[in-house]
Nanobody
Framework: VQFVESGGGLVQPGGSLRLSCSAS????????IGWFRQAPGKEREGVSC????????YYADSVKGRFTISRDNAKNTVYLQMNHLETGGTAVYFC????????????????WGQGAQVTGSL
């Protein structure tokens, strides 16, 4: 599975940004796609994910009510809409793939995108 991420950039506190993750090579019927972020000097943290089996989603407490994960099957693309971004510096956002249901932890994800940098807010 390969991903191409896009949509990163500079954003002001309170602003919005939408990240895109275009996937290719997914052959499994049931899988999870996760969004993670990593700020300089910090561990990678799970932000959101969804499971293709039942459409269930997960959001970290820090982004609930502000971020929305969605997908466009026709375009093989997963989105992360980020609203009301808070002051927080810089982070690189990654999308990742795992078989089965999605989880918040990153260790079971086996394919990762190259990352999209978001500067100014989290």
């Amino acid at each position: 599975v390969q991903f191409v991420e896009s949509g990163g950039g500079l954003v002001q506190p309170g602003g919005s940004l939408r990240l895109s993750c275009s996937a290719s090579g997914i052959t499994r019927n049931y899988y999870g796609i996760g969004w993670f972020r990593q700020a300089p000097g910090k561990e990678r943290e799970g932000v959101s994910c969804f499971s293709s089996a039942d459409g269930s989603t997960y959001y970290a407490d820090s982004v609930k009510g502000r971020f929305t994960i969605s997908r466009d099957n026709a375009k093989n693309t997963v989105y992360l809409q980020m609203n009301h971004l808070e002051t927080g510096g810089t982070a690189v956002y990654f999308c990742a793939f795992k078989g089965g249901f999605c989880i918040a932890g990153s260790k079971e994800y086996c394919s990762w995108g190259q990352g999209a940098q978001v500067t100014g807010s989290l």
